[in-house]
Nanobody, 123 residues
Framework: QVQLVESGGGSVRAGASLRLSCVAS??????????MAWYRQAPGKQRELVAS???????EVASSVKGRFTASRDTPRKMIYLQMNNLKPEDTATYYC???????????????WGRGTPVSVSP
């Protein structure tokens, strides 16, 4: 199995910044991560894509956060980051890390979710 663990969430006031991190790990011998992404889900709302990265580092962010959020990844370390600046109350949500991964012993293609890290932004 491959696990994703997020960190960096918290409670802040509007205008503050947070940096989320996500690392992929496994006890299996050898795995790679392909596309990695951040999603968020606010109470009572559907999960939405916030930012995505490809294995060669190409990133995209949702229009709702463009100019405030930046995604990056460290492919060799199997990590993805989300820098969130000028946070707004509407950014309040649980943020989830997602990864497409491949294990080689046995060979499997996986789609994995982390358990999420909560972000709360007060006015």
């Amino acid at each position: 199995q491959v696990q994703l663990v997020e960190s960096g969430g918290g409670s802040v006031r509007a205008g503050a910044s947070l940096r989320l991190s996500c690392v992929a790990s496994s006890q299996e011998r050898g795995f790679t991560t392909e596309d990695m992404a951040w999603y968020r889900q606010a109470p009572g709302k559907q999960r939405e894509l916030v930012a995505s990265t490809t294995v060669n580092g190409r990133t995209e962010v949702a229009s709702s956060v463009k100019g405030r959020f930046t995604a990056s990844r460290d492919t060799p370390r199997k990590m993805i980051y989300l820098q969130m600046n000028n946070l707004k109350p509407e950014d309040t949500a649980t943020y989830y890390c997602y990864a497409a991964a491949t294990t080689y012993t046995p060979y499997r293609n996986l789609k994995i979710w982390g358990r999420g890290t909560p972000v709360s932004v007060s006015p």
